[in-house]
Protein backbone atom coordinates (compact mmCIF):
# COMPACT_ATOMS: atom_id res chain seq x y z
CA UNK A 1 0.00 0.00 0.00
CA UNK A 2 1.05 3.56 -0.86
CA UNK A 3 1.23 5.63 2.34
CA UNK A 4 -1.05 8.63 3.28
CA UNK A 5 -1.32 11.42 5.71
CA UNK A 6 -4.67 10.23 7.49
CA UNK A 7 -2.91 6.45 7.36
CA UNK A 8 0.10 7.60 9.08
CA UNK A 9 -1.46 9.76 11.73
CA UNK A 10 -4.00 6.89 13.17
CA UNK A 11 -0.70 4.69 13.10
CA UNK A 12 1.31 7.13 14.63
CA UNK A 13 -1.53 7.29 17.45
CA UNK A 14 -2.30 4.13 17.29
CA UNK A 15 1.29 2.90 18.58
CA UNK A 16 2.14 5.81 20.41
CA UNK A 17 -0.83 4.72 22.48
CA UNK A 18 0.23 0.85 22.27
CA UNK A 19 4.11 1.65 22.31
CA UNK A 20 5.13 4.82 23.72
CA UNK A 21 2.49 4.98 26.39
CA UNK A 22 0.99 8.17 24.59
CA UNK A 23 3.87 10.06 25.35
CA UNK A 24 5.28 11.46 21.99
CA UNK A 25 3.68 14.70 21.22
CA UNK A 26 2.07 14.93 17.88
CA UNK A 27 4.45 15.98 15.31
CA UNK A 28 3.67 17.13 11.07
CA UNK A 29 3.05 14.35 9.05
CA UNK A 30 4.26 15.09 5.20
CA UNK A 31 4.18 12.96 1.99
CA UNK A 32 7.45 12.71 0.34
CA UNK A 33 8.65 11.50 -3.01
CA UNK A 34 12.35 9.79 -1.88
CA UNK A 35 13.57 7.16 -3.59
CA UNK A 36 16.20 6.87 -1.16
CA UNK A 37 14.38 6.84 2.25
CA UNK A 38 11.30 5.40 3.40
CA UNK A 39 10.89 6.96 6.12
CA UNK A 40 12.33 9.73 7.81
CA UNK A 41 12.51 12.49 11.03
CA UNK A 42 13.31 15.76 9.94
CA UNK A 43 14.55 18.51 12.97
CA UNK A 44 16.08 21.36 13.72
CA UNK A 45 19.51 21.52 15.37
CA UNK A 46 20.93 24.54 17.12
CA UNK A 47 23.26 24.68 19.89
CA UNK A 48 22.47 27.03 23.35
CA UNK A 49 25.19 29.72 24.05
CA UNK A 50 25.88 27.77 26.88
CA UNK A 51 26.40 24.52 24.73
CA UNK A 52 23.11 22.77 24.95
CA UNK A 53 22.50 20.87 21.86
CA UNK A 54 18.21 21.77 21.34
CA UNK A 55 16.07 19.82 19.08
CA UNK A 56 13.15 20.88 17.28
CA UNK A 57 10.35 21.37 14.84
CA UNK A 58 10.11 17.57 13.90
CA UNK A 59 8.57 16.38 11.06
CA UNK A 60 7.73 13.04 10.04
CA UNK A 61 8.07 12.29 6.23
CA UNK A 62 7.11 9.08 4.73
CA UNK A 63 7.83 8.22 1.04
CA UNK A 64 5.14 7.71 -1.43
CA UNK A 65 7.50 6.29 -4.23
CA UNK A 66 6.73 2.34 -2.55
CA UNK A 67 3.99 0.28 -2.80
CA UNK A 68 4.91 -1.77 0.15
CA UNK A 69 2.67 -4.36 2.62
CA UNK A 70 0.88 -2.66 5.22
CA UNK A 71 3.04 -4.34 7.79
CA UNK A 72 6.40 -3.09 6.08
CA UNK A 73 4.72 0.36 6.22
CA UNK A 74 4.01 0.16 9.77
CA UNK A 75 7.58 -1.05 10.99
CA UNK A 76 9.14 2.17 8.79
CA UNK A 77 6.47 4.21 10.73
CA UNK A 78 7.10 2.70 14.45
CA UNK A 79 11.11 2.92 13.52
CA UNK A 80 11.05 6.69 13.17
CA UNK A 81 9.17 6.62 16.36
CA UNK A 82 11.68 5.19 18.13
CA UNK A 83 13.72 8.22 16.83
CA UNK A 84 11.72 10.29 17.89
CA UNK A 85 11.28 9.07 21.10
CA UNK A 86 14.77 9.15 21.93
CA UNK A 87 15.07 12.52 21.09
CA UNK A 88 12.24 13.95 22.95
CA UNK A 89 12.99 12.19 26.21
CA UNK A 90 16.79 13.31 25.40
CA UNK A 91 18.42 10.53 25.70
CA UNK A 92 21.80 9.33 24.93
CA UNK A 93 22.60 7.41 22.25
CA UNK A 94 25.94 6.44 20.14
CA UNK A 95 24.73 7.39 16.90
CA UNK A 96 21.74 7.58 14.91
CA UNK A 97 21.16 3.48 15.27
CA UNK A 98 23.41 3.62 18.22
CA UNK A 99 23.11 0.42 21.13
CA UNK A 100 19.92 2.32 22.54
CA UNK A 101 18.17 2.57 19.50
CA UNK A 102 19.07 -0.87 18.53
CA UNK A 103 17.47 -2.27 22.17
CA UNK A 104 14.55 -0.56 21.96
CA UNK A 105 14.01 -1.56 18.17
CA UNK A 106 14.63 -5.47 19.64
CA UNK A 107 12.11 -4.82 22.36
CA UNK A 108 9.77 -3.63 19.99
CA UNK A 109 10.02 -6.31 17.96
CA UNK A 110 9.84 -9.08 20.46
CA UNK A 111 7.24 -7.18 22.59
CA UNK A 112 4.85 -6.60 19.58
CA UNK A 113 5.60 -9.17 17.25
CA UNK A 114 7.07 -6.53 15.12
CA UNK A 115 9.81 -6.56 12.06
CA UNK A 116 11.38 -3.18 12.58
CA UNK A 117 14.78 -2.50 11.27
CA UNK A 118 17.91 -0.82 10.61
CA UNK A 119 17.64 1.21 7.02
CA UNK A 120 20.60 0.38 4.39
CA UNK A 121 19.91 3.95 3.27
CA UNK A 122 21.94 6.29 5.88
CA UNK A 123 20.31 9.19 4.65
CA UNK A 124 17.15 9.21 7.20
CA UNK A 125 17.43 11.67 9.58
CA UNK A 126 17.35 14.65 8.15
CA UNK A 127 18.74 17.77 10.00
CA UNK A 128 18.37 21.58 9.01
CA UNK A 129 20.37 24.17 11.25
CA UNK A 130 18.65 26.92 12.02
ZN1 LIG B 1 16.60 5.15 11.68
Known amino acids: MIATIPYIENKFQEYNELIFDGKLPELPIKLSKAKTSLGQLAFKRRRTWYGRTVYSDFRLRVSTH ?65
Open 66 to 130: FDLPENELEDIIIHEMIHYYIFVNRLKDKSAHGPLFRQMMKDTNIRYGRNISISRKQKELTTATQ
